[in-house]
């Protein structure tokens, strides 16, 4: 056994399949236009690697220090965030949203019509914090493109309007109807970025000021913001949209991209950009209990029980699910307070850890941890959607598979 096989049980010769099979069955097809991976294990870096280009146009080559929309890989950061403050006891789980958005105590549930014309019902169950954390809100995302209250979305722009504040945000969400009555099935929603808006309200700071002081800056996460500043331009990597004929094209160019001014709308659930060494200090955190470089961000017992499954009756997300997108496959998948939760190995199909949490991003971006193995590995990419390959899926096999 060589000595970094030691350290981090984990073969060096193994995880080279890693660049072999990004290359040959996705870069070098012109399927992705660039990939770094990050693997470690017990604290330790045993493999990072940069792959094929960042902006295509530009001809660009991908960096370690190349900064990502790392979009829905913000709801882990919020979360984290939102627990904080449930350490210092500044609300509970099953608390009424209504008890800090007043707005939002006599919700509606859709039955017909299109909007502006809702015909609605009363909700039988009361939304909960914990509703929020666990995506059971009965909130929704506008381009699920499935139902009219999604329809409503998309003409309000409540997906991610930087022009719109948190606050406008809330209100709008007020007078739209719900999917269905919080409590009752799973769908993949705006309910992170109305975390975002309490820990706000709660902190009584901006949100993106609560993220720096209590998160970014304890981390050492100096890249990781709502919007790029001038100097991270160099760096900013082009995001690429699928495209069945040429495989992908310009979605966001980095020199003209709406990251590049200032957001009124603070995304709680998909607005940051970040670098794979920030995440990692994150990824890292959330692996070792809550503490990075000596600095801890969250209680350990805190994370712990953000980690277990939430869903009813320890469910995975085919038993509730109302909609057909996840940023992680469903069988064998449950829920927490921000994070999927694997619950079983066999019927999840992928190969791990009973236990392993984490999720992804938008562009393609994903992130897991292994408890059991004490195992972080990110991937970072900038394809939209998420769904186009199964990448993340086989890296996880690749990746367990150099486990000694």
Same mark, same amino acid.
């Given at each position: 056994?060589?000595?970094?096989?030691?350290?981090?049980?984990?073969?060096?010769?193994?995880?080279?399949?890693?660049?072999?099979?990004?290359?040959?069955?996705?870069?070098?097809?012109?399927?992705?236009?660039?990939?770094?991976?990050?693997?470690?294990?017990?604290?330790?870096?045993?493999?990072?690697?940069?792959?094929?280009?960042?902006?295509?146009?530009?001809?660009?080559?991908?960096?370690?220090?190349?900064?990502?929309?790392?979009?829905?890989?913000?709801?882990?950061?919020?979360?984290?965030?939102?627990?904080?403050?449930?350490?210092?006891?500044?609300?509970?789980?099953?608390?009424?949203?209504?008890?800090?958005?007043?707005?939002?105590?006599?919700?509606?549930?859709?039955?017909?019509?299109?909007?502006?014309?809702?015909?609605?019902?009363?909700?039988?169950?009361?939304?909960?914090?914990?509703?929020?954390?666990?995506?059971?809100?009965?909130?929704?995302?506008?381009?699920?493109?499935?139902?009219?209250? /999604?329809?409503?979305?998309?003409?309000?722009?409540?997906?991610?309007?930087?022009?719109?504040?948190?606050?406008?945000?809330?209100?709008?969400?007020?007078?739209?109807?719900?999917?269905?009555?919080?409590?009752?099935?799973?769908?993949?929603?705006?309910?992170?970025?109305?975390?975002?808006?309490?820990?706000?309200?709660?902190?009584?700071?901006?949100?993106?000021?609560?993220?720096?002081?209590? +998160?970014?800056?304890?981390?050492?996460?100096?890249?990781?913001?709502?919007?790029?500043?001038? /100097?991270?331009?160099?760096?900013?990597?082009?995001?690429?949209?699928?495209?069945?004929?040429?495989?992908?094209?310009?979605?966001?160019?980095?020199?003209?991209?709406?990251?590049?001014?200032?957001?009124?709308?603070?995304?709680?659930?998909?607005?940051?950009?970040?670098?794979?060494?920030?995440?990692?200090?994150?990824?890292?955190?959330?692996?070792?209990?809550?503490?990075?470089?000596?600095?801890?961000?969250?209680?350990?017992?805190?994370?712990?029980?953000?980690?277990?499954?939430?869903?009813?009756?320890?469910?995975?997300?085919?038993?509730?699910?109302?909609?057909?997108?996840?940023?992680?496959?469903?069988?064998?998948?449950?829920?927490?307070?921000?994070?999927?939760?694997?619950?079983?190995?066999?019927?999840?199909? +992928?190969?791990?850890?009973?236990?392993?949490?984490?999720?992804?991003?938008?562009?393609?971006?994903?992130?897991?941890? /292994?408890?059991?193995?004490?195992?972080?590995?990110?991937?970072?990419?900038?394809?939209?959607?998420?769904?186009?390959?199964?990448?993340?899926?086989?890296?996880?096999?690749?990746?367990?598979?150099?486990?000694?």
């Amino acid at each position: 056994m060589t000595e970094s096989e030691q350290v981090t049980g984990l073969s060096p010769e193994r995880l080279l399949h890693i660049e072999d099979h990004l290359d040959r069955r996705y870069i070098q097809p012109g399927k992705l236009p660039g990939t770094l991976t990050l693997v470690a294990r017990r604290g330790e870096i045993a493999y990072l690697k940069a792959q094929g280009l960042m902006d295509v146009e530009r001809n660009k080559p991908l960096c370690r220090d190349t900064v990502f929309r790392i979009y829905s890989m913000t709801k882990p950061i919020t979360s984290v965030a939102m627990m904080q403050l449930y350490e210092q006891g500044r609300f509970l789980l099953d608390d009424p949203v209504h008890k800090y958005i007043p707005a939002w105590k006599n919700l509606r549930v859709y039955k017909s019509g299109v909007y502006p014309d809702f015909l609605t019902a009363p909700a039988t169950s009361t939304m909960t914090i914990r509703d929020l954390f666990t995506h059971m809100s009965g909130l929704t995302y506008g381009f699920m493109n499935r139902t009219n209250v /999604d329809a409503a979305y998309r003409e309000l722009k409540l997906d991610g309007n930087r022009n719109m504040t948190l606050e406008a945000f809330v209100g709008h969400l007020a007078e739209l109807p719900l999917e269905f009555s919080p409590g009752t099935a799973w769908n993949y929603s705006v309910s992170t970025d109305v975390l975002g808006y309490l820990v706000q309200l709660l902190a009584d700071k901006p949100f993106d000021e609560y993220l720096r002081e209590h +998160i970014f800056e304890p981390l050492a996460m100096p890249d990781t913001g709502f919007d790029i500043r001038d /100097d991270q331009l160099d760096r900013f990597a082009a995001c690429y949209q699928y495209d069945p004929v040429d495989q992908f094209k310009l979605q966001d160019d980095p020199q003209t991209s709406p990251f590049r001014e200032k957001s009124k709308f603070l995304s709680g659930g998909g607005g940051l950009v970040s670098t794979i060494d920030d995440y990692f200090h994150f990824a890292q955190a959330l692996c070792q209990g809550g503490e990075f470089g000596g600095r801890r961000i969250i209680g350990r017992k805190t994370l712990e029980f953000m980690r277990r499954n939430h869903l009813p009756d320890n469910q995975d997300l085919p038993g509730l699910s109302a909609g057909a997108f996840s940023e992680t496959p469903y069988a064998g998948s449950g829920f927490g307070l921000g994070f999927s939760v694997k619950t079983d190995v066999a019927k999840s199909q +992928i190969n791990g850890s009973v236990g392993e949490y984490g999720w992804g991003g938008l562009a393609s971006t994903n992130f897991f941890i /292994d408890p059991v193995e004490e195992l972080v590995v990110i991937f970072m990419t900038q394809l939209i959607p998420s769904s186009t390959y199964p990448v993340r899926q086989e890296l996880r096999a690749i990746v367990n598979g150099a486990l000694v």
